[in-house]
C-alpha cells in the first residue's frame, strides 16, 4: 500500500534556492482570515448597505459567502494533493491549459499588486483621522516599508506577524457583534431599533429593506466579493506549510465558517443599527474614514473613545491585508518564473528563501497608491477597489475551472476518490455554481455604469479594463507558444516534493 513521505520543515532540508516550509498550522489560518478581512468589511461594508438596503446587502454577502464555500472546498482538494507555490496557476498550467495557467498567473499577481495599493492609500487616509494636514505620500512610503520589511525577513516571519495582525481584527469583530447584539436589544446604548432601520426610504423614495431590487443586489456583489477576496491564499501559502496534507484541509474548514459568520454578524449588526438612508454610511469608504460603519455603531453604544479606538484597529487591518497581498503577489511571480512564464530573475530566492526580486518589482508596482495624493474624492482609491475585485474574480473562476478539469482528469486516470486527504463535496454542482456567479460579477456588478445620466469614461475603463486584459494574455500566449487544451488523460498529478514508497 502506497503512502505519502511527509515533507520536511525548513530546518530539515537544505536550502536549494526553493521555497521553505516554516509556516505553521496557526500561521494558515491566520494568512487566510488576514487577507480577507480588509477594508472590504471595515470601510466597504456601509456601502453596500446604502446601494441595496440591509436585505440587499444580507443577501449579497450569503451569496458570496456560498460562492468562496464553493471555491475554498475545490482550492482544498487541490492544494492537500499538490500543495506548490503557483496554487491554480499551476493547477490552471496542469489541467486546463498553460495559456490559461499563464493569464490566471499574472492576473492574480496584478490583483495582488493592486490590492496593496489600495491598502496603502485607506492606510493613509486613516492617518487623517488624527493628523489632518499630514502628507498622505509619506505615510504610504513609510507603511510600504514596514510591509517589506515583514516580508524580506522570512515565510515564517510574515507569517508570524500576520497572526497578530489578524488576532487584533478577530477580537475587534467579536466585541463589535456583541456589543451590536446587546444595542438590537435595547440592553445597551439606548432603546432597541428593532426591525425600524429595514422599512425606511431612501431619497428616491425606495423604501427598504431592499433597494432596486435584483439589480441592487447585483450591483453590491463586487463590493462583497471584494471583501471576501484573500480566503485563496490558504492555497497559496500551501507551498511554504509544513505538512501540507493535515494543515491545509483543516485551514480550509476552520476559516471559511469564522470569516462567514464574521462578515454575516457584522452586516446584520450595522443593517439592524445604522440606518441605511444615513448621509454617514454613504461616506464611509472614502476619504472620510470616521464614518466607517463599526465606528459609528461603537460611537452609538456610548463608548467616547470608540472613533480613535475602531480607527487605530481599521489601520492594523488595512496593514495585514496589505501584508497578505504583498506575500501573494511575489509568490505568484516566483511560482511563474520557474515555469517559464515570468523572467528567470523573479525566480530566484535568498538564503532564507525569500523570492526577492518578485518582492522587489511588487514593491514598486504598489507605488503607484502613492498617486492617491494627487486625486481628489477618493477616486484613486475606488480604481483600485475596482481592479483588484474584478482580477479577484477571475482568479476565483479559474479556481472553479481547475477544480473542474482536476477531478475529471483523477476519475479519467483511473484514480479513486477514497485516496484523497480531502475531498469536496457538491461536485460538480459547487464548481458549475462557482463558474456562473463569478461570470455573473465580472461582466454584470458594474452595469450602474450605463445607467449613469452622464456616461463616465475614468469609471469604465477601471471597471472593466481587466476583461480585455485577461483575453490579451490568453490568447497572446496561446498563439505564441501554440499551446493546446490539457487532455485528460495527460494532466499531471505528480509532485516533486512527494515520493511513492511501499
Given at each position: 500500500m502506497s503512502t505519502k513521505v511527509e515533507i520536511k520543515t525548513e530546518n530539515e532540508v537544505e536550502h536549494h534556492g526553493e521555497l521553505k516550509r516554516s509556516l505553521q498550522a496557526r500561521h494558515l489560518n491566520m494568512i487566510a482570515i488576514g487577507g480577507a478581512i480588509g477594508t472590504g468589511l471595515f470601510l466597504l461594508s456601509g456601502g453596500t448597505i446604502s446601494k441595496a438596503g440591509p436585505g440587499g446587502a444580507i443577501v449579497a454577502y450569503c451569496v458570496m459567502g456560498i460562492l468562496v464555500y464553493f471555491l475554498m472546498t475545490s482550492l482544498g482538494e487541490m492544494a492537500t494533493l499538490l500543495p506548490v507555490s503557483g496554487s491554480f496557476e499551476t493547477y490552471a498550467t496542469r489541467f486546463v491549459d498553460p495559456a490559461f495557467g499563464f493569464a490566471l498567473g499574472w492576473n492574480y499577481w496584478f490583483c495582488w499588486a493592486t490590492c496593496v495599493a489600495c491598502e496603502l492609500v485607506a492606510g493613509s487616509i486613516i492617518i487623517k483621522f488624527w493628523l489632518p494636514s499630514t502628507n498622505a505620500t509619506l505615510w504610504s512610503i513609510l507603511f510600504l516599508v514596514v510591509l517589506f520589511i515583514l516580508n524580506l525577513t522570512s515565510a515564517r516571519?510574515?507569517?508570524?506577524?500576520?497572526?497578530?495582525?489578524?488576532?487584533?481584527?478577530?477580537?475587534?469583530?467579536?466585541?463589535?457583534?456583541?456589543?451590536?447584539?446587546?444595542?438590537?436589544?435595547?440592553?445597551?446604548?439606548?432603546?432597541?431599533?428593532?426591525?425600524?432601520?429595514?422599512?425606511?426610504?431612501?431619497?428616491?423614495?425606495?423604501?427598504?429593506?431592499?433597494?432596486?431590487?435584483?439589480?441592487?443586489?447585483?450591483?453590491?456583489?463586487?463590493?462583497?466579493?471584494?471583501?471576501?477576496?484573500?480566503?485563496?491564499?490558504?492555497g497559496l501559502a500551501a507551498g511554504e506549510c509544513e505538512n501540507p496534507q493535515v494543515n491545509v484541509p483543516k485551514a480550509i474548514k476552520m476559516v471559511f465558517w469564522r470569516i462567514l459568520l464574521f462578515y454575516l454578524g457584522a452586516i446584520i449588526v450595522i443593517g439592524f443599527l445604522v440606518p441605511f438612508n444615513d448621509p454617514n454610511l454613504l461616506k464611509s469608504g472614502t476619504d472620510q474614514i470616521a464614518f466607517s460603519p463599526f465606528t459609528m455603531?461603537?460611537?452609538?453604544?456610548?463608548?467616547?473613545?470608540?472613533?480613535?479606538?475602531?480607527?487605530?484597529?481599521?489601520?492594523?487591518?488595512?496593514?495585514?491585508?496589505?501584508?497578505?497581498?504583498?506575500?501573494?503577489?511575489?509568490?505568484?511571480?516566483?511560482?511563474?518564473?520557474?515555469?517559464?512564464?515570468?523572467?528567470?530573475?523573479?525566480?530566484?530566492?535568498?538564503?532564507?528563501?525569500?523570492?526577492?526580486?518578485?518582492?522587489?518589482?511588487?514593491?514598486?508596482?504598489?507605488?503607484?497608491?502613492?498617486?492617491?495624493?494627487?486625486?481628489?474624492?477618493?477616486?484613486?482609491?475606488?480604481?483600485?477597489?475596482?481592479?483588484?475585485?474584478?482580477?479577484?474574480?477571475?482568479?476565483?473562476?479559474?479556481?472553479?475551472?481547475?477544480?473542474?478539469?482536476?477531478?475529471?482528469?483523477?476519475?479519467?486516470?483511473?484514480?479513486?476518490?477514497?485516496?484523497?486527504?480531502?475531498?469536496?463535496?457538491?461536485?460538480?454542482?459547487?464548481?458549475?455554481?462557482?463558474?456562473?456567479?463569478?461570470?455573473?460579477?465580472?461582466?454584470?456588478?458594474?452595469?450602474?455604469?450605463?445607467?449613469?445620466?452622464?456616461?463616465?469614461?475614468?469609471?469604465?475603463?477601471?471597471?472593466?479594463?481587466?476583461?480585455?486584459?485577461?483575453?490579451?494574455?490568453?490568447?497572446?500566449?496561446?498563439?505564441?507558444?501554440?499551446?493546446?487544451?490539457?487532455?485528460?488523460?495527460?494532466?499531471?498529478?505528480?509532485?516533486?516534493?512527494?515520493?511513492?514508497?511501499?
Open positions: 516571519a510574515y507569517g508570524e506577524g500576520e497572526y497578530w495582525f489578524s488576532s487584533i481584527k478577530v477580537i475587534t469583530i467579536i466585541a463589535f457583534i456583541i456589543v451590536g447584539t446587546l444595542m438590537i436589544f435595547g440592553i445597551m446604548g439606548g432603546h432597541s431599533p428593532g426591525f425600524s432601520n429595514f422599512t425606511l426610504s431612501d431619497v428616491n423614495g425606495n423604501k427598504g429593506p431592499f433597494i432596486g431590487g435584483i439589480f441592487g443586489m447585483v450591483n453590491v456583489f463586487l463590493l462583497a466579493g471584494f471583501s471576501f477576496s484573500g480566503t485563496e491564499l490558504v455603531v461603537f460611537e452609538r453604544s456610548g463608548l467616547a473613545f470608540a472613533a480613535s479606538l475602531m480607527n487605530a484597529v481599521i489601520l492594523t487591518a488595512v496593514l495585514s491585508a496589505g501584508n497578505s497581498g504583498l506575500y501573494a503577489s511575489s509568490r505568484m511571480l516566483y511560482s511563474m518564473a520557474k515555469e517559464g512564464k515570468a523572467p528567470k530573475l523573479f525566480g530566484k530566492v535568498n538564503k532564507r528563501g525569500v523570492p526577492m526580486n518578485a518582492l522587489y518589482l511588487t514593491t514598486l508596482v504598489a507605488c503607484s497608491a502613492f498617486f492617491a495624493s494627487l486625486v481628489g474624492d477618493g477616486k484613486i482609491y475606488y480604481a483600485l477597489v475596482n481592479i483588484s475585485g474584478i482580477t479577484a474574480f477571475f482568479a476565483w473562476l479559474g479556481i472553479a475551472i481547475c477544480h473542474y478539469r482536476f477531478r475529471k482528469a483523477y476519475i479519467a486516470q483511473g484514480r479513486k476518490l477514497e485516496d484523497l486527504k480531502y475531498r469536496a463535496k457538491w461536485f460538480p454542482f459547487g464548481p458549475i455554481m462557482a463558474m456562473i456567479l463569478c461570470t455573473i460579477v465580472i461582466f454584470g456588478s458594474n452595469i450602474w455604469i450605463f445607467q449613469e445620466p452622464k456616461f463616465d469614461w475614468f469609471s469604465f475603463i477601471t471597471n472593466y479594463m481587466t476583461i480585455p486584459l485577461f483575453a490579451i494574455f490568453y490568447f497572446g500566449y496561446k498563439f505564441i507558444k501554440k499551446t493546446k487544451i490539457v487532455p485528460l488523460m495527460e494532466c499531471d498529478f505528480e509532485h516533486k516534493e512527494y515520493q511513492e514508497t511501499e
